[in-house]
C-alpha cells in the first residue's frame, strides 16, 4: 500500500541488502600474467617460508612441554607444567594470527584469555587446562609441522627453478668455462652427455621456466588457503565464544540506549511539560486571589491558563508519541510511518509491502529508524524531495529512504547514524549508507524478522 506525500520517488533498482556493487579495477594484463609479479603471490611465499623454522620451534616446545608434563603428573608439578606448555602455546597463537594478518591478510580475532573465577593461580591454571582454546592452539603446533615442511618445499622449489629457467639465457655464461662446457649439464652418463647451451637449448628452458613461473602462484595460494583455514579453524575464538561476546557487547549498548531515552524522557518532562504545569499553578493561584477584586484579570489569567494547558498538552503528546506512538500500536508500519512523512519538512512518498506485522520490538525499531532519517533529510539534507521503502526479504526487514539532497552523509563523522548502526546492531540489524558527495542519499536498514 502506498501513501504519497509527493511524487513517487521509488528507487526502482533496490535491491536486498541496500549494498552498492563497487567498480571493479580494470587490468591490462590477465590474472595469469599479473599473478608472478603481485604482491599477493610474494606476501604468501614470505609466509611459507617463515612457516618451516617457526613451525619447528612451536613443535619442539610443545612436545618437550606436553611430555614433561605428562611424565611429571605422578606429582603435582605435571599440573602447572602443562598449564604453562598450554599458556606459551597461546603466546605463539599470537605471533601466527600476527603474521597471518600481515602476510595473508585474513581477519582473525584474538581469543578471550583464559580467566580463573576467584583470581588465584590455581583457579587460573584450572581455566587453562578446561579451555577448549588452548588446546586447539597445542594441535596447531603439532599439525602444523609437517604441512610447514610439505608448504616449504614445494613454494620454494616452484618459485627457484621458475625463475631460474626463466632466466637461464641471461646467465648460462657465468657457468665456469675452464670445464670445457658453456652450460649446465642436463644429462650424462659415462657415453653421453648433455649440456643446455645451444639456442634452442636456451629458448626450451626459458618457456619451461615461463610455464612453471605461471603455475606457481596459483600452487602457492593453494599453499596459503591452507594455512588460512588452519589459523581460522584451530587459533581463532569459538563460534560459540564469538556469539557471546557480541552479545555481550549488544547487551551493553541496549543498556546504554535504554539509560539515554529515560534521561531524554526524564529532561523533556522536567524541561517541558513540568514547568508549564507549575507556572500554570502559580497562574491559576493568582487568578484565585483576584477573582473578587478583578474579575476581569482573572478572567485574562484563567484563559492563559486555558492556552497553557494545551500547549502542555501537546507536549505529552509529542513526548508520549516519542516513547511509542498509539497509531504504531493500532494500525501498523504504515500508517505509523505515513504519519511521520506527513510531518516532514519536504515531500515524501512511503511505501510498505508487508503481508503481515513483525514483532512489536522490531516494529519499534523500525519505526524510529524512519523517524530519525527523516528528521535528518529535514535538517542536514537540502533536499527537495524523499521516500521510504518498507518490505520482507525472506527473514530480513528492509527499510530503505531515499532523498535527492547534497549527499555525504557519514556514520564514521560521529552523526545520529553511529546511534542508529550501535542500535540496529544490537538486534543483529545493519544499516548501510550510500552518500556520495553531491547526493543522492540512499541509506538502508536491515532488521531481523520475528513474527
Not at 519505526?367 to 530480513?396: C, I, M, P
Amino acid at each position: 500500500m502506498a501513501t504519497a506525500y509527493g511524487p513517487d520517488t521509488r528507487d526502482p533498482q533496490r535491491t536486498g541488502s541496500g549494498l552498492g556493487a563497487r567498480p571493479a579495477t580494470r587490468h591490462v594484463l590477465p590474472a595469469a600474467l599479473r599473478a608472478p609479479l603481485e604482491g599477493r603471490t610474494w606476501r604468501e611465499f614470505c609466509y611459507l617460508l617463515l612457516s618451516l623454522p617457526i613451525s619447528i620451534v612451536l613443535f619442539t616446545f610443545a612436545i618437550t612441554m606436553v611430555s614433561l608434563g605428562a611424565g611429571l603428573l605422578v606429582t603435582f608439578l605435571g599440573i602447572p607444567v602443562l598449564a604453562a606448555g598450554l599458556v606459551m602455546c597461546r603466546g605463539f597463537g599470537t605471533l601466527e594470527r600476527t603474521r597471518a594478518r600481515t602476510l595473508l591478510r585474513v581477519d582473525v580475532a584474538d581469543p578471550v584469555p583464559a580467566r580463573g573465577r576467584t583470581g588465584g593461580l590455581m583457579s587460573w591454571i584450572g581455566a587453562v587446562l578446561k579451555s577448549g582454546v588452548s588446546w586447539r592452539h597445542l594441535l596447531y603446533a603439532l599439525l602444523h609441522l609437517p604441512w610447514a615442511v610439505f608448504a616449504f618445499c614445494v613454494a620454494l622449489t616452484l618459485q627457484a627453478w621458475g625463475w631460474a629457467a626463466l632466466t637461464y639465457p641471461l646467465w648460462f655464461w657465468a657457468v665456469p668455462s675452464h670445464t670445457g662446457v658453456s652450460g649446465i649439464q642436463l644429462y650424462g652418463d659415462t657415453q653421453h652427455e648433455v649440456y643446455l647451451d645451444s639456442a634452442p637449448d636456451l629458448a626450451l628452458t626459458a618457456v619451461l621456466g615461463l610455464g612453471i613461473v605461471l603455475l606457481s602462484p596459483w600452487v602457492i595460494r593453494g599453499l596459503a588457503t591452507v594455512d588460512r583455514l588452519m589459523v581460522t579453524g584451530l587459533l581463532s575464538p569459538s563460534r560459540l565464544a564469538e556469539r557471546v561476546t557480541e552479545l555481550e557487547s549488544d547487551r551493553g549498548v541496549v543498556v546504554d540506549t535504554a539509560a539515554a531515552d529515560l534521561r531524554r524522557i526524564e529532561r523533556d518532562l522536567h524541561d517541558g511539560a513540568q514547568a508549564r504545569l507549575v507556572a500554570l499553578a502559580m497562574d491559576l493561584g493568582l487568578a484565585k486571589e483576584k477573582l473578587t477584586a478583578d474579575p476581569e484579570a482573572a478572567a485574562r489569567m484563567v484563559e492563559e491558563a486555558h492556552g497553557e494547558v494545551k500547549v502542555a498538552l501537546q507536549e505529552l503528546r509529542d513526548l508520549a508519541r516519542g516513547i511509542h506512538p498509539a497509531v504504531l500500536t493500532d494500525r501498523g508500519l504504515d500508517a505509523a510511518l505515513s504519519a511521520i512523512a506527513s510531518r516532514c519538512t519536504v515531500p515524501v512518498t512511503v511505501e510498505v509491502d508487508l503481508a503481515s506485522r513483525p514483532a512489536q520490538a522490531i516494529e519499534g525499531i523500525a519505526y524510529f529508524t524512519v523517524s530519525e532519517l527523516l528528521q535528518n533529510v529535514s535538517k542536514h539534507s537540502g533536499a527537495t524531495r524523499a521516500s521510504v521503502d518498507v518490505w520482507r526479504t525472506e527473514n530480513r526487514l528492509l527499510l530503505q529512504v531515499t532523498d535527492d539532497g547534497h549527499g555525504g552523509a557519514d556514520p564514521a563523522a560521529g552523526s545520529g547514524l553511529a546511534g542508529l548502526t550501535e542500535r540496529l546492531d544490537a538486534v543483529d540489524g545493519v544499516l548501510v549508507v550510500d552518500s556520495p558527495v553531491g547526493g543522492p542519499t540512499r541509506i538502508t536498514a536491515e532488521l531481523p524478522w520475528r513474527g
